[in-house]
């Protein structure tokens, strides 16, 4: 590390008490510091990025049918599509590889520009596709930006609250997640697919006939890119972490934004507490990449969490990818029609919007560790119900909601974990090469769709088989939750700089 730091002079001695006078002073304010339209503006930009994750699993049936050259029948179709999660996924890898740790170097907010600038011109670019390959390009594009993006949101809203309460704001823009993904599944099914009876499709749907029969997809990632420039704009009005102005020695520039934090939380608290212990911060000279990788694998403690976080989000994201990417195929190999499946689908949505709201209520109510077994429990609770309903709809759409709720309820604490561990001079690499390296988990995906063939051919009871099925994919949050538990990093209610120095 490059710090101002040098000679221990007089002059460097104050500028260290300076910085960690703001600091101390930052970390003594108990509520929200920004006006609550910056929760609405950071929950907008995460809105867009699970709009875009989740329409895909409807709309591309669609898409195509009419641009990929190969009917949704054919198996060959499957593979295609298989691909394009692939590709999306590994541009989600490599933005986070890249973009995330660039914002340790260029700051939260300019960062958080250029990432929903990409996210949207790949939206866009989905809405003109005119075949597979570009339909994949705009998918990769796509994918590099939203990698990028969640890292920082998530490190910036962390660095932004109060210490007290970090876990609950990262949860209420979670919200905004499940929206997203509520609205991306439920508008595919409007604008791509044709009316049907309840509860075998939208009876209302509008992409059977007409221009939406051709276009529907289109206006669905056309819907995107509005919602992410929409995003953009509104981004413009975030200030600065302070944290990060503090680390790299724009000592006057958080001053300001301190300062702005301390007048809005006095009119809502009154006198604020006492300051705590003052601590003095690294400040960096020369912020690069290189410095930020060294801060974190040059440094046992930092290095060790950085492992076991990584595999954590490895087997978490095996299940929450296989759930998001290909359930409702897995619905269909058990038996539903593919309408019933995405019905089923599309009902468990409401889960996942309740996840962020508990999440929000109770997420510090627990150290971080404990709640991955948690949802672990409950997802295999809920893989259970769906793979015992059968012909039960409603039993399986309760099953679906549990799964999906139990599923998504550990991922904003998850987050908040992650940022957590590591110090403001390398936060958003440590975020990102952890949730980035990740991302690798989508090999369950694969996993157990190799495996499904084989256990839905013996020759069990079709309800155990089902469950089975489930089970497996319930199976990684499991491994996670042990990771997890391994982990065992307490940073609930402590202050950055005494969790990571």
């Known amino acids: 590390m490059s710090s101002k730091v040098t000679d221990g002079s007089a002059r460097d001695r104050d500028y260290l008490a300076r910085a960690g006078q703001l600091l101390a002073r930052l970390d003594r304010i108990?509520?929200?510091g920004l006006n609550y339209i910056f929760l609405g503006i950071l929950g907008m930009g995460s809105l867009f990025t699970f709009f875009d994750i989740f329409n895909v699993n409807v709309s591309v049936i669609q898409a195509g049918s009419q641009i990929f050259g190969v009917p949704p029948t054919n198996p060959v179709f499957g593979e295609m599509v298989a691909s394009i999660v692939a590709w999306n996924l590994i541009g989600y890898i490599i933005g986070a590889l890249i973009?995330?740790?660039?914002?340790?170097?260029?700051?939260?907010?300019?960062?958080?520009?250029?990432?929903?600038?990409?996210?949207?011109?790949?939206?866009?670019?989905?809405?003109f596709a005119f075949n597979y390959t570009s339909y994949l390009a705009a998918r990769l594009l796509t994918g590099f930006g939203i990698g990028a993006d969640l890292a920082v949101v998530n490190t910036y809203v962390g660095e932004v609250a109060p210490t007290s309460s970090r876990a609950r704001h990262t949860s209420w823009i979670f919200v905004f997640s499940g929206i997203g993904a509520f609205l991306g599944i439920w508008i595919g099914l409007?604008?791509?697919?044709?009316?049907?009876?309840?509860?075998?499709?939208l009876p209302f749907a509008l992409g059977g006939s007409g221009w939406f029969a051709l276009n529907g997809w289109r206006l669905v990632f056309g819907i995107g890119a509005l919602l992410a420039a929409a995003a953009l704009l509104l981004r413009v009005e975030l200030p600065e972490s302070p944290r990060w102005l503090i680390a790299h020695g724009r000592l006057d520039d958080a001053e300001k934004v301190v300062k702005h934090l301390e007048d809005v939380a006095s009119r809502r608290v009154g006198t604020l507490p006492p300051l705590p212990e003052v601590i003095h911060p690294a400040?960096?000279?020369?912020?690069?990449?290189?410095?930020?990788?060294?801060?974190?694998?040059?440094?046992?403690?930092?290095?060790?969490?950085?492992i076991?976080?990584?595999?954590?989000?490895?087997?978490?994201?095996?299940?929450?990818?296989?759930?998001?990417?290909?359930?409702?195929?897995?619905?269909?190999?058990?038996?539903?029609?593919?309408?019933?499946?995405?019905?089923?689908?599309?009902?468990?949505?409401f889960g996942f919007l309740l996840s962020g709201v508990v999440a929000g209520l109770l997420g510090e109510s627990a150290e971080r560790f404990y709640w991955i077994p948690i949802s672990a429990v409950l997802t295999i609770t809920g893989a259970v119900v769906l793979g015992m309903a059968g012909l039960n709809l409603p039993l399986a759409f309760a099953g679906a909601a549990l799964l999906m709720f139990a599923e998504n309820l550990w991922v904003p604490i998850g987050y908040t974990w992650t940022a957590e561990s590591f110090p403001t001079r390398a936060r958003v690499t440590g975020f990102?090469?952890?949730?980035?390296?990740?991302?690798?988990?989508?090999?369950?995906?694969?996993?157990?769709?190799?495996?499904?063939?084989?256990?839905?051919?013996?020759?069990?009871?079709?309800?155990?088989?089902?469950?089975?099925?489930?089970v497996l994919v319930a199976l990684g949050l499991v491994i996670a939750s042990i990771i997890a538990i391994v982990n065992r990093t307490a940073t609930r209610g402590r202050r950055f700089e005494e969790i990571s120095p």
């Not at 409007?190 to 499709?201: H, I, K, R, V, W």
């Not at 960096?284 to 040059?298: A, C, D, N, Q, W």
């Not at 929450?320 to 058990?334: K, N, R």
Request: positive net charge; without cysteine.
């Open 30 to 32: 108990p509520v929200w």
């Open 99 to 127: 973009l995330g740790p660039m914002s340790d170097r260029v700051g939260r907010r300019n960062m958080l520009m250029i990432t929903m600038l990409i996210t949207g011109i790949g939206s866009l670019l989905n809405a």
């Open 190 to 201: 409007l604008l791509t697919t044709p009316a049907a009876p309840f509860p075998y499709g």
């Open 283 to 306: 400040v960096l000279e020369k912020p690069s990449y290189r410095v930020s990788l060294r801060t974190i694998f040059g440094n046992r403690t930092y290095a060790i969490r950085w």
């Open 308 to 349: 076991l976080l990584a595999l954590m989000w490895v087997f978490a994201y095996w299940t929450v990818y296989t759930i998001a990417g290909i359930l409702t195929t897995l619905l269909v190999e058990m038996g539903y029609q593919s309408s019933e499946a995405g019905m089923i689908v599309a009902v468990g949505m």
């Open 432 to 470: 990102a090469l952890a949730d980035g390296v990740g991302h690798l988990g989508f090999f369950g995906s694969i996993l157990v769709t190799s495996l499904t063939a084989a256990i839905l051919s013996s020759d069990a009871p079709a309800t155990y088989k089902s469950v089975e099925v489930l």
